[in-house]
């Protein structure tokens, strides 16, 4: 991979990429950042509750990353948005915990007034290293 910026769009993303403009990843060379997911379905519906929204994201970061070329092991950091961050941390960390359940990257977690629809409950971003966890 060159130092040159790759734009990774998994399949079914096209339309989000065409109409909101923006990237779901980017690589350069060994570095991957992937875009704030939100808790969607493969057909754009929120899951009813924050550990459904929280799986469908972290599934979503999973296969942006595998056409990206990396895996879960390789995030290095993980920034969440919540719009009840006190309120649903217990069960956000369930579904993360099950997702990364040792080795576990840097994280950041904020509370936010409200995300891209009423329905969102928490939005997550990444950044991996192509190899770093092996």
Request: charged content about 25%; hydrophobic content about 45%.
């Amino acid at each position: 991979m060159t130092g040159k910026q790759q734009r990774v769009v998994p399949e079914g993303t096209q339309a989000i990429y065409d109409h909101y403009h923006f990237a779901p990843a980017i690589r350069v060379g060994d570095m991957i950042w992937i875009s704030g997911q939100v808790g969607i379905d493969e057909n754009f519906v929120a899951g009813e509750d924050m550990e459904q929204q929280a799986r469908f994201a972290f599934e979503a970061i999973r296969k942006t990353l595998a056409v990206a070329g990396a895996g879960l092991k390789d995030v290095v950091e993980l920034m969440t948005f919540h719009t009840d961050l006190r309120g649903e941390m217990e069960d956000f960390t369930k579904i993360k915990d099950a997702f990364f359940p040792k080795d576990f990257p840097c994280w950041t977690a904020l509370g936010v007034s409200q995300l891209a629809a009423p329905e969102y409950k928490v939005e997550i971003r990444v950044v991996a290293v192509v190899g770093s966890g092996a």
